[in-house]
């Protein structure tokens, strides 16, 4: 089958826009190749010609940076093969436009696991890679990165990279990195210091002992198109226990989740999977009942009372939520469940109210409970004809309580109808305002700026897990100021030369 190349309108515009709903896309051409032959030769004429490049996946991203402005599209969705799953190596290598959902059925079919758990599971895998995805998981297991073992890249001008995690690794931030071609590439990493919190994907990564692996994952289409993927994978764990639980006081909720967070942390060992990135931590293995969750998810009363229509059976007068999961064995079970009940008890959860799972069926109900919010999010905005504001920042731990009173303060004082939750789990919450007319939203997106310069203030950062794009470009420039972002340009020349790569994304 050859390659499909598209010029007319009407082909090409289900790829101008993402789940940003930002507007103004446009492209000359649209190419699907099916080969890696086939991508080096679109992407050898287009950097000839100058002309820019946006590659487009499944298009779930919330920042635009799936939207062009010209030049040409490559979509990655024909290149969607699961080439293997080994469960000796505990290995699977795929290629970029595997569905994430499908492959997560495909791994657990095997018995085991791939942790990285964002919210939509419609994205593709390259895309996930492309943007260090994360989610509700990543309390204990990390991001993305943690699981990349190899990548091969396909640069601006059609040479090939591969990658492979432990093969070039770095200690001062130079690197030189040989191509098939065998032209040697050497770069520096930006020396920006990392804001201390859980989660960033604000910029470039760069840590002081560091792989060429962790580059390019999470460097948004800006280096170069990743065309194969070794993931690492991990047993499947025999069983989850998991909650959704209602609390009438606002304290209670938040005494609890320090206990719970405290608890899972005293479990931790050192790094995690193959490469300790973000210093995520791995639980120690034992057989004794203890708090050790898996993931740690927030909902205030507001988005309570919001998904109520979808989920009559929640409480009402309640404060908040907390949606928590911890692995169990045969075992540990019925331990971890009088372990957490304790737990629950002392901070005055509302037990009696609250809903438990131990089965697949119900623990499915609870994360439907928890996709849905985002769900009917987007919806109410779709029906007004508005583009969401939501924020993605993330603080660190000692400041998220001041940081979650400005949320509230700021959002009350505006009078706009609003939502938050999210990862409490890793300090980085989701506020979401929910604009009904244009007047609405300007005063939205005047609160968004607000909330950027809190974060900032705080030590935090402008993007925990949705990444930069286009609509976050300015945004982390005034994070990194003019020095860092040029230490990031002089990155990206060393691969991208005429800068025909995502272009207007992270770079205003």
């Not at 931030?173 to 960033?200: D, M």
Request: one cysteine or more; aromatic letters at 10%; proline letters at 4%.
């Amino acid at each position: 089958m050859f390659m499909q190349v598209k010029t007319a309108v009407e082909d090409i515009q289900n790829y101008l826009t993402d789940a940003s709903n930002m507007q103004g896309g446009f492209a000359s051409k649209l190419f699907i190749p099916e080969s890696i032959s086939e991508l080096t030769e679109i992407l050898r004429e287009a950097n000839a010609g100058d002309m820019p490049i946006t590659v487009s996946g499944a298009r779930t991203g919330t920042v635009g940076g799936a939207v062009p402005f010209g030049g040409y599209v490559i979509s990655m969705e024909r290149l969607n093969k699961i080439k293997s799953i080994d469960r000796e190596t505990m290995t699977a290598t795929v290629e970029p436009g595997v569905i994430l959902g499908d492959f997560q059925k495909a791994v657990h079919g095997e018995g085991l696991f791939y942790p990285p758990d964002p919210t939509e599971w419609s994205c593709q895998i390259g895309g996930t890679v492309a943007t260090n995805a994360s989610g509700s998981r990543s309390f204990k297991y990390g991001a993305t990165r943690e699981y990349v073992r190899a990548l091969t890249v396909v640069l601006a001008d059609g040479d090939v990279v591969r990658v492979r995690r432990g093969e070039n690794p770095s200690t001062d931030g130079s690197f030189t990195l040989k191509s098939e071609s065998g032209r040697e590439i050497s770069f520096r990493l930006p020396t920006y210091p990392r804001p201390n919190v859980r989660k960033n994907v604000s910029g470039y990564f760069n840590r002081e002992a560091m792989d060429s692996v962790d580059l390019f994952a999470g460097s948004e289409g800006t280096l170069g198109v990743i065309a194969d993927i070794e993931l690492s994978l991990l047993l499947k764990p025999k069983g989850f226990f998991s909650g959704v639980v209602f609390f009438a006081g606002v304290m209670d909720l938040l005494s609890f989740v320090d206990e719970v967070k405290a608890s899972s942390l005293e479990n931790s060992i050192e790094g995690i999977a193959p490469s300790a990135a973000e210093k995520q931590p791995l639980r120690k293995e034992g057989s004794v009942a203890r708090i050790d969750a898996t993931l740690i998810e927030y909902f205030d009363d507001r988005a309570l009372k919001f998904i109520s229509g979808t989920f009559p059976e929640v409480p009402s007068g309640m404060a908040g939520a907390i949606f928590f999961e911890q692995e169990t064995t045969a075992e540990t079970e019925d331990a971890i469940f009088e372990v957490w009940n304790e737990l629950l008890e002392k901070h005055g959860a509302a037990v009696d109210r609250s809903w438990f799972a131990t089965n697949e069926q119900d623990r499915e109900k609870m994360r439907a409970f928890r996709h849905a919010l985002p769900v009917s999010v987007n919806e109410f905005i779709a029906r007004h004809n508005q583009r969401k504001v939501g924020t993605d920042m993330a603080v660190p731990d000692e400041k998220f309580p001041a940081f979650l009173r400005f949320y509230k303060s700021i959002l009350e004082e505006s009078g706009l109808d609003y939502v938050i939750f999210g990862h409490i789990g890793d300090c980085h919450l989701h506020a979401n305002v929910l604009p009904k007319n244009d007047e609405e939203a300007e005063k939205a997106r005047h609160i968004y700026g607000r909330c950027i310069a809190q974060a900032l203030m705080l030590g935090g950062c402008v993007s925990a897990e949705h990444g930069i794009g286009k609509l976050k470009a300015k945004y982390l420039n005034v994070m990194m100021g003019e020095r860092y972002i040029n230490e990031m340009r002089d990155l990206k020349a060393a691969f991208d030369p005429k800068g025909i790569l995502g272009v207007g994304n992270m770079f205003s």
